[in-house]
């Protein structure tokens, strides 16, 4: 009876130059269903060496290109999530074009004192309301 050589994955990851956490990782995405299962142990004959080295360049190619890929799409989602931070955080340029005016009719009735005395409460509340809002708003620095 003749006893096939086996190899662990230690003695094929020497082969390949490699370590045997990337082997692992590579016999479970390219052999998967041979998977010796949790706590099993791959054994793998050692005459497939050669067709597992091509295997294993053709799969650590395309790991390199996904890890790019997935680099690249990160590094996308970074800016565009800064460029949104940015326009959200960022104070407007140009000063908001102002309101009507529809105060006019009110100060004239006022003026008149034909206002009953709550609107006449209600219109010094909003004159208020509109004179602290022009204070905050930041004035225009003309040179």
């Known amino acids: 009876m003749t006893e096939t050589k086996t190899l662990t994955p230690k003695d094929l990851a020497e082969k390949l130059s490699t370590d045997s956490k990337t082997v692992r990782r590579f016999l479970r995405k390219a052999h998967g269903d041979d998977a010796p299962g949790q706590g099993g142990r791959w054994s793998i004959p050692a005459a497939d060496v050669a067709k597992l080295r091509k295997e294993f360049e053709t799969?650590?190619?395309?790991e390199e290109e996904r890890r790019a890929k997935a680099a690249k799409e990160l590094a996308d989602a970074r800016a565009k999530t800064a460029e949104v931070?940015?326009?959200?955080?960022?104070p407007a340029d140009e000063p908001k074009p102002e309101e009507p005016r529809t105060q006019d009719a009110v100060d004239a009735a006022q003026a008149k004192g034909?206002?009953?005395k709550s609107e006449v409460t209600k219109a010094a509340q909003a004159k208020a309301r509109k004179a602290a809002r022009a204070a905050a708003q930041p004035k225009p620095e003309t040179a």
């Open 59 to 62: 799969w650590q190619k395309a």
């Open 85 to 90: 931070i940015d326009a959200q955080t960022k």
């Open 114 to 116: 034909s206002l009953p």
